[in-house]
């Protein structure tokens, strides 16, 4: 596993042909997880992806990141979250709905406290 950070689409090949399988955190805004999912389909399992700003945004745009997302949760490429830190300005509401809907959507009981 490798933490890495910003644009790592030209980085995966080199990285799995050295052995690493599983990269971490894929930050959405500079990193394209579809392009690495048609380039390199299950050999690259990924975590993250998921945009942080959607939280700061609301619930709507919570529920479209995932929705975008779907197709690798459900192949079973990604494990999605956000990239290092929440940010700061991301309300308690918003940050709760986003744990409740990735909950139920990777298969896991939600637990308040």
Do not use: Q
Request: net charge positive; hydrophobic share 40%; with cysteine.
């Amino acid at each position: 596993m490798l933490d890495c950070d910003g644009n790592i689409n030209v980085l995966v090949k080199p990285w799995l042909d050295g052995g690493i399988n599983v990269m971490f955190p894929i930050e959405t805004a500079h990193t394209d997880v579809f392009r690495i999912w048609r380039e390199f389909g299950r050999k690259a399992p990924l975590r993250g992806a998921y945009d942080k700003r959607a939280l700061i945004a609301g619930t709507v745009a919570i529920d479209r990141e995932f929705e975008k997302l779907m197709p690798l949760i459900k192949e079973g490429i990604l494990a999605p979250h956000t990239d290092h830190l929440v940010p700061p300005d991301v309300s308690f509401d918003n940050y709760r709905y986003y744990r409740r809907r990735k909950c139920a959507i990777i298969g896991k009981d939600y637990r308040e406290g």
